[in-house]
């Protein structure tokens, strides 16, 4: 079932059975979205682990959508903004069951990478590294000390973004899309200030909630014009989506060739506006494939459903995989060009960081989203 974010146009279309909210009728196109995020950030793992050797390649600037494939976290973080503030519109959220909701969605498989990385580093450990479960996108995190757990760095960020989302929900329906641009002037006044004393800008900015926040703002905004103008929107989303998709490559051209990630080291001033641009033009990509509603055939729309239920598990899985692939086989590299090599071996790490993700849905995922309930009190 898909249904016009708030009641202004339905229409539906048979899907497989899925886990679905209890808060949220189920829009496939969301799904379709969670998959190109996740795997968007498994080709960039996968390239810089085989081939890209963790630095900048300003000569492949037109493969900046994988040599700068984090880029599908902000998607992540858009699509959670819009998630959320399309609940909202529904009605009021109960702060506890909200959270208690989360819990149940990202903790279990998170707790199960955070143990990882502190087995592995047994030798090591500090009794303090526990806190770290709260914040393991900051300082000396046991899960980024090593690439198979390194993933896990955004969670933090998420969570952080849930503890304040019911109180931006409220006001933001109460004053609409004016109250969350007036949270990223600010945040845009904290950037310029932190950008002045931070000795590694870039890092920053890319990996703590001051650099992210405005993301998930963005996302915000969209399901607000989404809500009002979805029925506009929809006349002229698959003229414009092209465009959006062109504006994402070129940004990401762009970035990999003037202000790449890998540049982290280096204060980078474009990195105070990076985060809202590349926001905005996911923001503009979701509602445009949303308001096209493309007739995918049946067996690719089931495929990308399927792959964005698995998304999370995905996303903090695929590196373990890509690790132990050319850990224990070693990566093929039978090409001169190294791209050609780099989607050799994704071609060969993805399939199994697919089935690893389905185990890991119905046996750690699955289980725990039957728990959730509604919290919402209707308006």
Not at 89 to 117: D, H, M, S, T, W
Not at 124 to 137: I, K, M, Q, T
Not at 318 to 323: Q, S
Request: proline share 4%; aromatic share 18%; with cysteine.
């Amino acid at each position: 079932m898909i249904a016009g974010i708030g009641g202004k146009v339905k229409y539906t279309r048979k899907t497989t059975k899925t886990m679905k909210s209890h808060n949220l009728e189920y829009i496939p196109a969301l799904d379709h979205l969670r998959f190109l995020a996740a795997s968007l950030v498994f080709v960039f793992h996968a390239y810089h682990q085989t081939v890209g050797g963790w630095k900048a390649s300003p000569e492949l600037y037109a493969w900046g959508f994988i040599t700068e494939g984090h880029t599908g976290v902000s998607l992540f973080f858009v699509l959670s903004g819009f998630v959320f503030m399309t609940i909202g519109l529904q009605g009021e959220i109960r702060y506890a069951a909200f959270l208690k909701n989360r819990l149940l969605r990202i903790f279990p498989l998170f707790l199960l990478f955070f143990v990882i990385a502190i087995s592995i580093g047994r030798d090591h450990f500090r009794p303090a590294d526990l806190f770290y479960v709260l914040v393991s996108n900051l300082g000396l995190a046991p899960t980024s000390n090593h690439f198979i757990t390194g993933a896990a760095w955004t969670i933090s960020i998420e969570f952080g973004f849930y503890l304040v989302f019911p109180f931006l929900s409220r006001f933001s329906r109460e004053q609409g899309p004016m109250y969350l641009l007036r949270w990223i002037g600010l945040l845009l006044v904290v950037k310029f200030a932190a950008f002045a004393v931070s000795e590694k800008a870039t890092h920053m900015f890319y990996s703590t909630l001051i650099g992210r926040f405005d993301q998930f703002l963005w996302g915000m905004i969209a399901a607000l014009l989404w809500n009002r103008y979805q029925v506009r929107i929809r006349g002229f989303a698959r003229l414009l989506l092209p465009l959006a998709a062109f504006g994402i490559w070129s940004a990401l051209a762009w970035q990999a060739r003037e202000a790449s990630f890998f540049l982290s080291q280096t204060r980078q001033f474009a990195w105070l506006w990076w985060g809202s641009l590349e926001a905005i033009l996911w923001s503009l990509l979701m509602i445009c494939y949303l308001g096209a509603r493309l007739p995918w055939p049946s067996w690719l729309d089931r495929a990308l459903c399927q792959g964005g239920r698995w998304s999370y598990s995905l996303y903090l899985w695929h590196c373990m995989v890509i690790f132990l692939i050319g850990h224990y086989a070693g990566y093929w590299m039978p090409f001169k060009d190294s791209l050609a090599n780099a989607a050799l071996n994704m071609a060969l790490c993805f399939p199994l960081s697919l089935a690893i993700a389905a185990l890991s849905y119905h046996t750690i995922e699955k289980p725990f989203l039957g728990l959730r309930a509604p919290y919402l009190k209707p308006v």
